[in-house]
Structure formats: C-alpha cells, structure tokens
C-alpha cells in the first residue's frame, strides 16, 4: 500500500492498483502520526465512531440548522453509549444545540459505506 497524505491510498497486487480511496490528515493542531507498518487485515468500510470534539463542531451544528434528516443522509446514528453493546437512540430526544456548545457528549458512528466523512 503506497499512502500519498496530500491525495489518496493506492493498494496494489502484483504490482498493479487494485483500489484507491481518499485519505483525511490531522491539522497543524491535531497532527496525523508518523508511521510504518505491514498491514496484515483490513475491515473494508467499517462503522466510523466520530470523535465527541468532531460531533460538537462539524455534526451537531449542522444538525441545529437542517434538522435530523442530516444524520440520515450522511448516514450517522447516535448510540446510548460508548460500552460494547450500545443501544440506538432517537435523535430528537438529542439536545443538539447542547452537544454543539460542548455542554452534552454523545456518541456518533456512521454506518459503513462510501458517505463523506466529518460531518461536511
């Protein structure tokens, strides 16, 4: 696998791509960590649990303004818990502007798939 921080993954076989998807870097503040690994297993489009900081400032806010139909369309649930075996839970019964504000945490995952991610 051949990563190119400014554009996308590559992975090859034999020689030859064989897929490709874009890849999300840290900021200055938040940077990605160096590394270098084999990569011996891979889940192809897993949930996404988002990061409480990344739920209070990209998805709540839009959540605010466009209502939970926001959530369907990126594909979003939020869960009751952080424990193994957490419940789904309603999102109108979600203080948004509460998350949002950073006052209420909740936990946000995004159902596997080719949705864009951070809350954009």
């Known amino acids: ?15 030859a ?7 999300v870097v840290g900021k200055p503040k938040n940077a990605t960590p160096m590394m270098t690994a ?5 889940a192809l489009n897993p949930y996404w649990n ?3 900081d990344l ?4 998805i709540a806010p839009n959540v605010v303004k466009q209502g939970v139909r926001y959530l369907r369309a990126k594909g979003y649930e939020v869960l009751s818990d952080w424990g ?16 949002a504000d950073g ?17 954009a």
């Open 1 to 15: 696998m051949v990563v190119n921080s400014a554009a996308q993954t590559d992975m090859y076989e034999n020689g």
């Open 17 to 23: 791509v064989v897929d490709s998807m874009r890849v």
């Open 38 to 42: 084999f990569i011996r297993y891979a």
């Open 50 to 52: 988002v990061p409480a």
């Open 55 to 58: 739920t209070a400032e990209r």
């Open 84 to 99: 193994e075996n957490p419940t789904i839970v309603d999102p109108t019964t979600i203080d948004w502007k509460a998350v």
């Open 103 to 119: 006052r209420t945490q909740i936990r946000v995952r995004q159902l596997p798939g080719r949705r864009m991610r951070w809350g």
